[in-house]
Each structure stands twice: as C-alpha cells, then as structure tokens.
C-alpha cells in the first residue's frame, strides 16, 4: 500500500478499493503459480496492479483533454464551462445562497426567478424556464399542454439524436398522440392546416440534429406556421436544441438559427440546451410567451426536472457575457472558433519543437474540426493538427494517451494519430508535451 506508484490511487479510489484490487492479483499470481507458471517479478505485479485501478479510476469522471477537434464532444462532456462560471459554481455551491429565499420579504422564493432576467434579454422572450436538460423540456412541454391530445409534426423532422433519444417514442411517452404532415423531402402549410382538429394540442417544429435533406425539398416558413397557430389558436413550439444566442457567420461559420430569430417569428415556446452554442452548463430552457411558461411552472412534473444552484449559478455566468458582447471570447466555445489558422499553426510549432528534444518526431498538419453538439452537420472548420509519425501501432498509442492522466485523446486519421489544436487549451501546452513525451 505504500508503494509510491500505488498509493496516489488511495486519495482517488480508497485505500479499501486498493487493498482488493492488491489481493486480487497476488491471487490471481498464486493460482497461476500452481498451475506450474512462475511467480511475476515486483515490478510486474505493481503494474498489473496500477493497470486494474486505471481501469477502475476510468469508470469515474477523469480530466480529458480534448484534441479530437470537436469542439462541443458529446462524449467528453460537450461545452467546457468559461472562467467565470467556475467561479460562480465555487462561490454559490460552497456555501449557502437565495436559491429559493426572497431576500426583500424574508419569505420562500423561487429558483426560476434567478436567471429569469438574464434569459429574457438575451432571447427577447416574454419569460423564460430553467430545467435539466432540452429533452426534458420537450417532455415537460408535451406533459403540459398535449397529454391526450395530437402534437402535429412534419415527417422531416421526426428526429433521433444520440443515446436512443427518438421524438415519437418521447411523444408516445408523454401521453401525446403524434399526427405526421408531408413527406420526407416535402411539406407545405396546407398539409398542417388539414391536419389540425379539435384534438390537436400543439405543432411542433424541431431542430434538424446531424443531418441534412437537401434536393428536391420544401420547407415551411416558421413566420407561416406562426401566423397558422395564431388564425387557429394553436400552441407552436420549436424544440431548436442548439441555443445559438449570436450569429455564428461573425466566427466564419454559417448561419444557425438563434433562438432571438424564433421568438421574433413568433413561436410561441422555444426549447433549447445549455452546454451547446450557448457554451454553458448542461440545461434545458424554455423560452418564450409568459402565459405558456406560467403553465409549465405550475407543472408538478417540473419538480422532478429543476436544476440545482450550481447550474443556475453557472448558467447566469455565462449569459451575462452575452450582455457585454465583446467578452464573448470568455466563453471557451467561442475562443475556440475565434482563433485562427495561423495562431494555431504557431503554437503547433512551438509544441514540435518541444517534442524534438524529447526524441518524439511530429509534424504540423492542416485539418478539419467540427462543431459537435448536433450542431451544424455539414461545416467545417479550417484547423492545425500536431500529427504523431513513426507510429507503427497509432491504436495502441492512442489507448496509451488516454491511460494518462490528464487522459490525452485525438483521433486517427490516414492511419497516424492526430491531435488538433482547437480543442486544445493554449494553457495546457506544456501538459501535452510532458504526455506525449513520456
């Protein structure tokens, strides 16, 4: 247990978990022995141990970094939160706040208030609703307004994003019963006109999440399903999950619909996530008329869906930076598409070099790099690459990085491991050469 490449796991794992998993191959050793195999020497058992509590520890939450040049990686935990949502998570999760305190009248409160400014003047919506996630805001839509009723949505749009998340099942589990319009390339405003009746609830329009139809199409206006809902007197919602708050085309990247653009197109509700382009805490967010939000406030099933301090605290954070947009650039997400080839193909020079008087031969290489996130499916993203050569085994090697700690991942691209440099902190240099270098 005292062994120095054993006992920095105790601190992370336990020093419980260590002794078993210390056991466990001094047991496994002694039943190999008997078998007629010889005993390991020290060090060999010293490594089979740290490699089965590497393996333990990466069942836990362990720092990546991320070079795989998908800025908003799903995987690896979508948008990394700007400086000053950090601080705000220390400052209102490590000590006692007015979550729920009305500070003026010394009486209850409520959560929903503390980001309620915030979200209307970023999204020029009425009111807006803070809950865990975009699905759970769909959900949470879809319980309010449509249990046993029609929810009306084009065919094109009938989506599934990852881990299963498929809108008809979240539909069917709502209570909802789904009406489809047009076909897969083609709807007009006429197919939802003579698809709605006294039992539709609400249309829904939804973000096109990894995928594109191009071609032979035809699309509704969101102004034209707008003014329908309204001749009609039905709900419209738009499920836009990215949360775009700027134009992206100011970074160079084409245009996403921002959820200013939706509420001005007069959609009643706009479901959107957090830690996409809004580059903030995992959220879901509810934008859009207040006598819609006021009904979903009064919901029970928001009880089961809120969001705790850290998140608000967090979430506030990064929206006041909308407000001031020349801090932007505080948002990492945004710092990431801001800089620039050149200032990418500097540093990658530096880290070369610095690899060189290791021995680690690496070379400077053009790339592409990704928004991620369900977001823009078809952009991509001039980058600067630091390529590994002289791999024979890129797998192995890429295996090898990710053990480290901080765990270090690319990605294999022309049969040589890759790390691009947009995803990769500036701070952190210094790191990725003492990985890469060991």
Request: hydrophobic fraction near 45%; proline fraction near 4%.
């Amino acid at each position: 247990m005292a062994e120095p490449a054993l006992a920095g796991f105790c601190a992370l794992l336990g020093a419980g978990t260590v002794k078993s998993a210390v056991a466990g191959v001094l047991r496994e050793a002694r039943a190999r022995s008997n078998e007629g195999s010889a005993l390991p020497a020290f060090d060999v058992l010293v490594a089979e141990i740290c490699a089965r509590l590497t393996r333990l520890e990466s069942g836990g939450l362990v720092e990546v970094l991320n070079g795989t040049g998908i800025l908003l990686h799903t995987n690896l935990g979508r948008a990394p939160l700007g400086r000053g949502a950090l601080e705000a998570i220390e400052r209102i999760a490590g000590g006692y706040s007015n979550l729920e305190f009305d500070l003026e009248s010394g009486t209850r409160g409520s959560r929903y208030e503390r980001t309620g400014a915030l979200l209307r003047e970023a999204t020029g919506a009425e009111d807006a609703l803070v809950v865990n996630n975009c699905a759970a805001a769909v959900l949470l839509i879809l319980d309010t307004f449509a249990r046993g009723r029609e929810v009306v949505v084009a065919r094109n749009q009938l989506i599934e994003i990852g881990g299963g998340f498929r809108l008809p099942e979240v539909l069917a589990r709502s209570g909802a019963r789904l009406v489809e319009v047009g076909t897969t390339n083609k709807v007009y405003v006429r197919d939802f006109e003579s698809a709605l009746g006294p039992e539709t609830a609400l249309v829904l329009r939804t973000h096109a999440s990894n995928y594109a139809i191009a071609g032979f199409t035809a699309d509704v206006e969101p102004r034209e399903l707008a003014a329908l809902a309204r001749r009609t007197g039905v709900l419209l919602v738009e499920d836009l999950g990215t949360g775009a708050l700027v134009d992206l085309a100011a970074f160079g990247m084409p245009h996403e619909r921002t959820v200013r653009e939706a509420v001005g197109d007069g959609i009643d509700l706009v479901a959107f996530s957090g830690d996409k382009l809004l580059g903030g805490p995992q959220a879901g967010i509810i934008a859009g008329r207040a006598a819609a939000i006021a009904r979903l406030r009064a919901n029970p099933l928001l009880r089961a869906l809120r969001v705790d301090k850290a998140t608000l605290a967090a979430l506030a954070a990064t929206l006041a930076l909308y407000l001031e947009p020349e801090r932007l650039g505080e948002i990492p997400f945004y710092a990431m598409l801001a800089a620039t080839p050149d200032a990418l193909r500097a540093r990658a020079e530096r880290l070369r070099g610095a690899l060189e008087a290791y021995g680690v031969a690496t070379s400077v290489v053009p790339t592409l790099a990704f928004a991620g996130g369900g977001t823009l499916p078809l952009a991509s993203i001039a980058s600067i690459g630091l390529r590994l050569d002289g791999e024979l085994d890129p797998d192995r090697r890429a295996r090898e990085l990710r053990a480290k700690r901080p765990a270090l991942a690319g990605r294999i691209e022309d049969g040589a491991l890759l790390f691009d440099l947009r995803t990769l902190p500036p701070e952190r240099d210094d790191e990725i050469v003492r990985l890469l270098a060991g």
